[in-house]
């Protein structure tokens, strides 16, 4: 059946087409600026400017007359109204995305972008092997890696998958145990001089520790034996990254217990020691954690499982 359409009714068609698509982006918008809490990580997300993710919402309000959002400086809240248009904007959002991660199932090669927040100590890990893979095996997903040690704010800031060292706290995000850092104590010759030399854990009550700031103070010693050994860590220094602990234990500041791939090219020059040798310290798991609402074989899960793989 062959169906004929003249340019006006062509004309018409197009203009309706333009209108429910504009209609869906801002919805699509409206919902994602109440779930990330602010205009700004609303617009990170999708790649736009604060102004234009404004500029949809306060059409929506025009075009219904009615107000959605409640700003200020700090916050945004939901009007009555607004709490009833985004129970069906998200729904409408999320058929889309599933819509969406479908097509990537089906797909050979998954197309998109992926947001990631990682400690700058894994720089010089497997971690890093990950990535390579991933890269390699997936060309046409776009990889935007924040090294820092700062926690980053999944929601806040738009970010996909984030890299966490520690015990994980209580939240709404999933998270994964990827791995486990094993660490070593060291310290400069020059500071091990000036203490006498330790026989155990306990010894070490008076020492300077270099702490670091996202990480518990104690720490866990155990010996071949069974024997477990918490201390408390003296210390009037704490940093926010991993590495400067490495470089400042080797300025003689003090002990610091960073993962063992990172002090063993000093502790084979000669700028560090290595502390206690006959006692490990208990490792450090380290996990990935995304938004509860990714979806099964979406891209973030794809990177996900890449990180457990190995080789």
Known sequence: ?????????????????????????SLSIFAKTVEMGSFRAAAKAFNLSPSVVSYHISQLEERYNIALLYRSTRKLSLTAEGKQLYEHASAISRAAEECFNVLARESETPVG??????????????????IARFV?????????????????DLIAEGIDVAIRIGAMPDSNLKSKRIASLHR??????????????PDSPEDLYDWDWINLSMLPASRVFNDAFGTSIKTENKSSLSVNSVSA????SIRGLGLASPPDFMVEAAIK??????????????????YAIWPENVKRKSIVDLFVENLTETD
Not at 245 to 248: A, M, V, W
């Open 269 to 286: 020059s000669g700028q560090l020691l290595h502390v206690l040798p006959d006692w490990s310290i208990d490792d450090l798991d380290v």
């Open 1 to 25: 059946m062959v169906i004929f359409y003249n340019i006006e009714s062509l004309e018409i068609i197009v203009r309706l087409y333009r209108i429910i698509m504009d209609e869906l982006r």
């Open 245 to 248: 602990t490495c470089q400042l």
């Open 136 to 152: 390699k095996r997936f060309p046409k997903v776009q990889l935007s890696i924040n090294y820092t040690d700062a926690r980053q």
């Open 184 to 197: 070593q104590l060291v310290c400069s010759p020059e500071y091990y001089q000036t203490k006498p030399a």
């Open 113 to 130: 972008r992926l947001v990631i927040s990682a400690p700058a100590v894994l720089i010089e890990s497997r971690f890093s092997e990950h």
